[in-house]
């Protein structure tokens, strides 16, 4: 851009965003205010002229946290690719938006715009997004019943507990009146409530117990709270309901009522139940505490005094929070206050604060309020019972039936056949389990009447001998076999004479038979023996259950491997016969082409032509067929290949082309098809490109550190930009499946691809694809690797 013009160099430096302008060859035409800042540059200094993409590659690049983003935004600008609002985070936490703008004459513009107030305002709107969903969530899952109803009492949403209270459909309580579920006897406390709210009353207001009528059934007792949600101006713009079905509590207060007559006369016997009751109290293992509406301890037994720490006299007055502070424990405490409902916890986990020497404690423990006349609670006892031994014990098991689940998986997953399998499976029942016998049997046959043994261990010759075989409908080895159940047997007194008969056969005091279901059939069984054990734990029945289903998945898994393995060999011979009957068939074709031509002229030779074509054709996709199936039998890895010696032997193949090679001598990751390649790409030329065609062949450093950069270009008649996208489609085998034209370009793509390299057709003269086309593909150069010296 001339400096005639500084009224549009001075807009350019007043843009907010960073402007890069390059010329058609990718030097710098200008660059903005902003960019210079980007680029940490001072503002006198001229970079027209420099290398953009040099600029771009060392400044910019490094600045974009992923690696993937900057090499699109880099090959955009080496290919004038337009690209808008490319959205990349950098070094910092910061959001830049890249576009890359194509003028007519061949001048690329780079925009980088900074968004991270955008990104920044996108996150919080998707936080607030999740937070009200998870309020939605709460308020769905509530188990409390809530109702939200506006101003004139019309209920405008209702969760599913409030809906389950009055037996609706929650959509057909919206838009009703919530007044209309109150019994009429009860609505005058509920509108005095609302009074309290219009009347600014401390918030929530709580305590008021009506009946609510349900779609069917008796009127229900609930404990109705609410709170307002006021407008602007401090109005009442909603009500929300709490109501809690207290149904039960009404059924006790009832109760408690009529035992209140009874009270007067037992009040002798009581006075004499309660020493005993003292008694109990103080000679149970029990954690017992009573403790005041202000929860405070009004008494303990000696067990809660000697687990808390303290005597009882140290206790007693005290409040229990300012002894033990626990906000969870006092919530639930509060609550169970406010409701006058009994709480209960299992295995609740506890550390004592003073005493860490104890680690992780557990405990079942029950709050239950204590209720004056009133109804009001005046008291509650607190009992607790320590469980940590149960729980220990319960982990322990539960750690070692997954010890064991994991050794089976373990030994199925490093099997490589069934028989493997099978064997690796027995080995991790019988270490971890302690049996010394151990069979697994396989069904055969088509009509799966019979199982055989597939291994086993720890079992006598005779015993082995008799149960080689077994009937899978003889009882009782039908139930493991045909039901699918498993079968347990512990030698006792009460054991039956069957079951007798089957400890025998296999020598042993306790047999566990498991079968091996897949799918739901079962395909084995599992037949584990002890001889000096004669209980089966019940925890070690329900691993022996799981290890059945495992390893039932494991035997499947081993033949789908079978016979996919089989399918495999088999068409693989198919392929091999139909390969070979081919090429016979083009050989003797071509051996009368050939006494053919020395026979025919004229028209009739054109056509001999087009048969040796149409032969010439079928013989190299036969070839290409192999050469693909050979790629995906290899398994070896690359190894140091002489680039420069592939391309030497490739053109003394084709002695007939006119190809100039030139370029350093090279080292690649290769293979023994990475002549391949070049048979291709020379074949393609040499037959798309007419009897003058001239192919080009240079190697060269490639931009990318560590490659190098192989370009086979001809003088042909090109690629028009309309075919460059189905050829590279070829590449990537896009169309193999539908045809077999192509499989040569299919191969060179696979090959490239599997040396780690890419590849690409590009024109051999920028922007004149009539001048002919060239191939460009990258290797991986083989470091400190030496090409090998002349031959001698």
Same mark, same amino acid.
């Given at each position: 851009?001339?400096?005639?013009?500084?009224?549009?160099?001075?807009?350019?430096?007043?843009?907010?965003?960073?402007?890069?302008?390059?010329?058609?060859?990718?030097?710098?035409?200008?660059?903005?205010?902003?960019?210079?800042?980007?680029?940490?540059?001072?503002?006198?200094?001229?970079?027209?002229?420099?290398?953009?993409?040099?600029?771009?590659?060392?400044?910019?690049?490094?600045?974009?946290?992923?690696?993937?983003?900057?090499?699109?935004?880099?090959?955009?600008?080496?290919?004038?690719?337009?690209?808008?609002?490319?959205?990349?985070?950098?070094?910092?936490?910061?959001?830049?938006?890249?576009?890359?703008?194509?003028?007519?004459?061949?001048?690329?513009?780079?925009?980088?715009?900074?968004?991270?107030?955008?990104?920044?305002?996108?996150?919080?709107?998707?936080?607030?997004?999740?937070?009200?969903?998870?309020?939605?969530?709460?308020?769905?899952?509530?188990?409390?019943?809530?109702?939200?109803?506006?101003?004139?009492?019309?209920?405008?949403?209702?969760?599913?507990?409030?809906?389950?209270?009055?037996?609706?459909?929650?959509?057909?309580?919206?838009?009703?009146?919530?007044?209309?579920?109150?019994?009429?006897?009860?609505?005058?406390?509920?509108?005095?409530?609302?009074?309290?709210?219009?009347?600014?009353?401390?918030?929530?207001?709580?305590?008021?117990?009506?009946?609510?009528?349900?779609?069917?059934?008796?009127? /229900? &007792? !609930?404990?109705?709270?609410?709170?307002? #949600?006021?407008?602007?101006?401090?109005? +009442? =713009? %909603? $009500?929300?309901?709490?109501?809690?079905?207290?149904?039960?509590?009404?059924?006790?207060?009832?109760?408690?009522?009529?035992?209140?007559?009874?009270?007067?006369?037992?009040?002798?016997?009581?006075?004499?139940?309660?020493?005993?009751?003292?008694?109990?109290?103080?000679?149970?293992?029990?954690?017992?505490?009573?403790?005041?509406?202000?929860?405070?301890?009004?008494?303990?037994?000696?067990?809660?005094?000697?687990?808390?720490?303290?005597?009882?006299?140290?206790?007693?007055?005290?409040?229990?929070?300012?002894?033990?502070?626990?906000?969870?424990?006092?919530?639930?405490?509060?609550?169970?206050?406010?409701?006058?409902?009994?709480?209960?916890?299992?295995?609740?986990?506890?550390?004592?604060?003073?005493?860490?020497?104890?680690?992780?404690?557990?405990?079942?423990?029950?709050? /239950? &309020? !204590?209720?004056?006349?009133?109804?009001? #609670?005046?008291?509650?006892?607190?009992? +607790? =019972? %320590? $469980?940590?031994?149960?729980?220990?014990?319960?982990?322990?098991?539960?750690?070692?039936?997954?010890?064991?689940?994991?050794?089976?998986?373990?030994?199925?997953?490093?099997?490589?056949?069934?028989?493997?399998?099978?064997?690796?499976?027995?080995?991790?029942?019988?270490?971890?389990?302690?049996?010394?016998?151990?069979?697994?049997?396989?069904?055969?046959?088509?009509?799966?009447?019979?199982?055989?043994?597939?291994?086993?261990?720890?079992?006598?010759?005779?015993?082995?001998?008799?149960?080689?075989?077994?009937?899978?409908?003889?009882?009782?080895?039908?139930?493991?076999?045909?039901?699918?159940?498993?079968?347990?047997?512990?030698?006792?007194?009460?054991?039956?004479?069957?079951?007798?008969?089957?400890?025998?056969?296999?020598?042993?005091?306790?047999?566990?038979?498991?079968?091996?279901?897949?799918?739901?059939?079962?395909?084995?069984?599992?037949?584990?023996?002890?001889?000096?054990?004669?209980?089966?734990?019940?925890?070690?029945?329900?691993?022996?259950?799981?290890?059945?289903?495992?390893?039932?998945?494991?035997?499947?898994?081993?033949?789908?491997?079978?016979?996919?393995?089989?399918?495999?060999?088999?068409?693989?011979?198919?392929?091999?016969?139909?390969?070979?009957?081919?090429?016979?068939?083009?050989?003797?074709?071509?051996?009368?082409?050939?006494?053919?031509?020395?026979?025919?002229?004229?028209?009739?030779?054109?056509?001999?032509?087009?048969?040796?074509?149409?032969?010439?054709?079928?013989?190299?996709?036969?070839?290409?067929?192999?050469?693909?199936?050979?790629?995906?039998?290899?398994?070896?890895?690359?190894?140091?290949?002489?680039?420069?010696?592939?391309?030497?032997?490739?053109?003394?193949?084709?002695?007939?082309?006119?190809?100039?090679?030139?370029?350093?001598?090279?080292?690649?990751?290769?293979?023994?098809?990475?002549?391949?390649?070049?048979?291709?790409?020379?074949?393609?030329?040499?037959?798309?490109?007419?009897?003058?065609?001239?192919?080009?062949?240079?190697?060269?450093?490639?931009?990318?550190?560590?490659?190098?950069?192989?370009?086979?270009?001809?003088?042909?008649?090109?690629?028009?930009?309309?075919?460059?996208?189905?050829?590279?489609?070829?590449?990537?085998?896009?169309?193999?499946?539908?045809?077999?034209?192509?499989?040569?370009?299919?191969?060179?793509?696979?090959?490239?691809?599997?040396?780690?390299?890419?590849?690409?057709?590009?024109?051999?003269?920028?922007?004149?694809?009539?001048?002919?086309?060239?191939?460009?593909?990258?290797?991986?150069?083989?470091?400190?690797?030496?090409?090998?010296?002349?031959?001698?």
């Amino acid at each position: 851009m001339p400096d005639e013009l500084p009224v549009t160099r001075a807009a350019l430096d007043e843009l907010e965003g960073c402007l890069l302008l390059l010329d058609a060859d990718r030097r710098v035409v200008r660059l903005n205010r902003a960019f210079r800042r980007l680029l940490s540059l001072p503002d006198d200094r001229d970079l027209s002229g420099a290398d953009g993409m040099a600029l771009i590659r060392t400044h910019i690049a490094p600045l974009i946290a992923d690696p993937e983003l900057a090499g699109r935004l880099l090959e955009a600008l080496r290919r004038s690719t337009p690209i808008s609002g490319l959205e990349c985070r950098l070094a910092g936490g910061r959001w830049v938006a890249c576009s890359v703008r194509v003028t007519d004459d061949g001048m690329v513009a780079l925009l980088i715009i900074d968004i991270t107030a955008k990104k920044e305002s996108e996150e919080k709107h998707r936080q607030l997004r999740q937070e009200h969903g998870r309020y939605r969530d709460l308020f769905d899952l509530a188990p409390d019943s809530y109702f939200i109803c506006d101003a004139s009492g019309l209920i405008i949403d209702v969760n599913q507990a409030g809906a389950l209270l009055l037996g609706r459909e929650r959509e057909s309580l919206i838009g009703t009146y919530g007044e209309d579920y109150i019994v009429p006897e009860c609505r005058d406390a509920c509108r005095d409530l609302i009074s309290q709210l219009e009347a600014m009353a401390p918030e929530p207001l709580r305590g008021i117990e009506v009946w609510m009528q349900p779609a069917a059934g008796e009127p /229900v &007792p !609930v404990s109705l709270s609410a709170t307002a #949600v006021r407008n602007d101006r401090g109005g +009442l =713009a %909603e $009500v929300r309901w709490l109501a809690r079905d207290i149904t039960l509590r009404v059924q006790v207060d009832a109760e408690r009522e009529r035992l209140l007559a009874e009270n007067q006369s037992l009040a002798a016997d009581l006075a004499e139940e309660r020493d005993l009751l003292g008694t109990v109290m103080e000679h149970t293992d029990v954690h017992l505490a009573f403790l005041d509406a202000g929860f405070r301890f009004i008494r303990v037994n000696t067990a809660y005094a000697e687990g808390s720490g303290y005597t009882k006299e140290e206790l007693l007055g005290r409040g229990h929070f300012d002894l033990f502070p626990n906000p969870e424990n006092q919530a639930t405490f509060e609550r169970v206050q406010d409701t006058g409902e009994t709480f209960r916890a299992y295995a609740k986990p506890f550390t004592y604060p003073d005493q860490p020497e104890r680690g992780t404690t557990y405990w079942d423990w029950s709050l /239950v &309020p !204590v209720q004056g006349a009133g109804g009001s #609670v005046q008291g509650m006892v607190l009992s +607790l =019972a %320590e $469980v940590t031994e149960r729980i220990r014990a319960e982990e322990e098991v539960r750690n070692r039936r997954l010890a064991v689940l994991n050794a089976v998986i373990t030994a199925s997953a490093s099997a490589f056949t069934l028989d493997e399998l099978l064997n690796n499976t027995l080995d991790a029942v019988l270490d971890n389990f302690g049996f010394d016998v151990g069979l697994i049997y396989m069904l055969e046959g088509r009509e799966r009447a019979r199982a055989v043994v597939r291994c086993h261990q720890g079992v006598p010759d005779f015993t082995l001998m008799q149960k080689r075989t077994l009937d899978v409908h003889h009882w009782p080895y039908n139930r493991v076999f045909v039901a699918g159940q498993p079968w347990f047997i512990e030698g006792t007194d009460e054991t039956s004479g069957s079951d007798q008969d089957a400890l025998a056969d296999f020598g042993v005091v306790s047999l566990a038979c498991i079968p091996l279901v897949a799918e739901s059939s079962v395909v084995g069984a599992l037949i584990l023996g002890s001889t000096g054990r004669g209980e089966i734990p019940q925890e070690v029945r329900q691993i022996l259950k799981a290890v059945g289903r495992e390893v039932g998945a494991g035997v499947l898994r081993g033949l789908l491997y079978q016979r996919l393995d089989a399918a495999n060999r088999e068409a693989n011979l198919y392929l091999d016969i139909l390969t070979h009957d081919i090429r016979n068939a083009d050989n003797i074709s071509n051996i009368y082409a050939e006494l053919l031509s020395e026979r025919l002229s004229g028209e009739e030779q054109e056509y001999l032509k087009k048969l040796r074509a149409g032969i010439a054709k079928s013989i190299e996709i036969t070839s290409n067929v192999a050469t693909i199936r050979k790629i995906r039998e290899n398994r070896t890895g690359v190894l140091p290949i002489d680039l420069d010696r592939v391309i030497r032997d490739e053109i003394a193949h084709h002695p007939d082309a006119r190809i100039t090679y030139d370029g350093p001598r090279m080292v690649v990751h290769a293979d023994d098809l990475l002549p391949e390649v070049f048979t291709n790409l020379i074949g393609n030329a040499a037959r798309h490109g007419g009897p003058d065609v001239e192919i080009a062949i240079t190697v060269e450093e490639a931009e990318e550190e560590g490659m190098v950069r192989v370009t086979v270009a001809d003088t042909g008649p090109g690629v028009p930009e309309s075919a460059k996208e189905a050829i590279s489609a070829r590449f990537e085998q896009r169309n193999v499946r539908e045809s077999t034209h192509g499989l040569g370009l299919y191969i060179v793509g696979m090959l490239v691809a599997r040396y780690g390299g890419s590849i690409r057709v590009e024109d051999r003269i920028p922007d004149h694809p009539e001048c002919g086309a060239a191939f460009r593909f990258t290797l991986r150069e083989a470091e400190g690797c030496e090409p090998p010296g002349p031959e001698a």
